[in-house]
């Protein structure tokens, strides 16, 4: 005992004295937490990036947005699905084999009621396993961008979820309690050491995962900790405390640009901000008006003229976004600049359009907010009321934790509200699917279009491109004249680094450690 006592203090010693033994931890923060640890219950940005340092996905993407081999090493299309080449040798952390069968488990899993990916999964119908290394995932009819939807769905371990009883995902909106909510069993570069939600997590690396030596990532530790107060944040990052932060403040850049040992990098994202507006049910919940004010068009469109989102550009985003009359940004198919054009600002024309629908005085209406998830989220929602005042309508603001935002989205509880959308296939069957097809899982304006319906089943098996990228752009073009949604702005992405380390920063504002270096 004394012997062993004696080696780790030498070790822990040596550690200290000679930099070849020290580990490289990388330090980092943002606003928020990551919701959950089970990978198939949040569809949310950085629950997904947090999961992708544990979990991986059979495709997945490098820093510039290209499609990659992540669980699968090749695939190839058919009439009526694709087949899949499984890299072999791959271990999950618990050191169980990942084969086929963790693959059929997984897709079931995501096809849940209770999963966030569900509009991603469901195309494919079945999945056959053809050997223990190879699969066919059998959708209705060819479908042309599969890959592309398969770059969030997580693989998980079927005994391991078996044993922990997690075979169903966490149903987050129901505040549901799950073995996997805290615990990870991926095959990915990092494993979870420890996780206390809102506090702190930290991962280490897998000495045993399949791409260490092909990936210069030099990260032996990496410990998260989300931090609200914005002036914190940048405070932790100018005194060394992290290394790293997804989210500076923007009126902080210029600051952390001069600092000494410190560097900022920018990137246009593949994310829109945006209202919803509960055209759905026949009375508003929060509105003072006789009915629902939100079912009328020209509503919609007052609200839209109303909101300069060219000020908000200006003045709350510090020039860091870009104004638009869509809620898909220019990088993903569909996005057209006669689409992404604002529908303008003006307010004798909302005023008008007020009073023609029956509203001179304009009405009340409550708008929920997140306060810790998109740049300047609660400072965006603080201009919104005081525009939407300038026409009558009197704007009561709740700003909460995205933890308790999005539920009240989910489970339509909500009659104006805040939200952005970021599309990881690159395609625009991702935001119809969710955000706008009638029976859309994160579509809480019930906006119900048949068309749009019709359209966004059609371009899952339509493969003559040319006619699939038309009947998509007729999409867009009814939506922007019907107006469900205020789009406000695709934003910029700022991160704030250490020059002590180097990650390259990516458009859909994931952080991929396995290509960050420790100098």
Not at 418 to 425: D, K, S
Request: negative net charge.
């Amino acid at each position: 005992m004394k012997f062993r006592k004696l080696l780790a203090v030498s070790v822990a010693a040596l550690t200290v004295a000679n930099p070849a033994f020290a580990e490289n931890v990388l330090r980092w923060t943002s606003q928020g937490d990551a919701l959950t640890m089970d990978p198939h219950s949040q569809n949310e940005g950085p629950t997904g990036s947090m999961n992708g340092q544990m979990y991986e996905t059979l495709v997945t993407r490098d820093a510039a947005l290209n499609l990659q081999p992540e669980l699968a090493e090749s695939w190839e299309a058919g009439a009526d699905g694709w087949t899949f080449k499984l890299r072999q040798g791959v271990k999950f952390h618990d050191g169980s084999d990942f084969t086929a069968e963790d693959v059929v488990f997984s897709f079931a899993r995501a096809n849940h009621e209770a999963s966030d990916f569900k509009e991603q999964a469901k195309n494919v119908v079945a999945v056959e396993v053809i050997d223990d290394y190879t699969v066919k995932l059998v959708t209705d009819g060819p479908n042309p961008i599969l890959p592309n939807q398969l770059t969030s769905i997580y693989i998980m371990d079927k005994d391991w979820a078996e044993a922990h009883d997690v075979v169903a995902p966490q149903d987050f909106k129901a505040k549901e309690e799950t073995y996997a909510v805290r615990n990870s069993n991926g095959t990915g570069p990092f494993t979870l050491v420890s996780r206390a939600p809102d506090e702190m997590t930290e991962l280490a690396r897998n000495p045993e995962w399949w791409g260490n030596d092909m990936f210069p990532g030099n990260i032996d530790k990496i410990v998260y900790r989300p931090i609200g107060n914005a002036a914190t944040r940048v405070a932790a990052l100018l005194s060394g405390e992290v290394d790293f932060v997804l989210d500076p403040p923007l009126q902080d850049i210029k600051r952390i640009e001069g600092a000494d040992g410190l560097g900022v990098k920018t990137v246009a994202q593949i994310r829109s901000i945006f209202f919803g507006m509960d055209q759905g049910v026949d009375k508003l919940r929060s509105s003072d008006a006789d009915g629902n004010p939100f079912k009328d068009v020209r509503v919609r469109e007052a609200i839209n003229l109303a909101i300069d989102k060219a000020a908000i550009q200006r003045v709350v985003m510090e020039g860091l976004s870009f104004p638009t009359g869509m809620i898909t940004p220019p990088g993903v198919l569909g996005n057209t600049p006669e689409n992404d054009a604002s529908y303008g600002f003006d307010v004798a024309k909302a005023k008008a359009l007020l009073a023609e629908a029956g509203y001179p005085d304009g009405f009340s209406i409550q708008l929920d907010c997140p306060n810790n998830r998109y740049n300047n989220d609660e400072k965006i929602c603080q201009a919104a009321v005081a525009m939407l005042a300038k026409i009558g309508v009197k704007v009561s603001l709740d700003a909460i934790p995205k933890a308790q935002h999005f539920p009240k989205i989910q489970k339509r509880e909500t009659d104006f509200y805040m939200l952005g959308w970021g599309v990881p296939t690159l395609d625009s069957h991702y935001v119809l699917s969710y955000l706008l097809a009638g029976e859309g899982s994160w579509n809480a304006t019930g906006y119900n279009n048949a068309r749009v319906n019709e359209i966004t089943a059609a371009i899952t098996t339509e493969i003559d491109i040319p006619k699939r990228t038309a009947m998509i752009d007729e999409a867009w073009t009814l939506i922007k004249a019907d107006m469900p949604y205020v789009p406000i702005h695709h934003q910029v992405l700022a991160w704030g680094l250490s020059d002590k380390v180097d990650i390259p920063i990516a458009a859909d504002d994931s952080f991929r450690p396995r290509f960050a270096v420790m100098k």
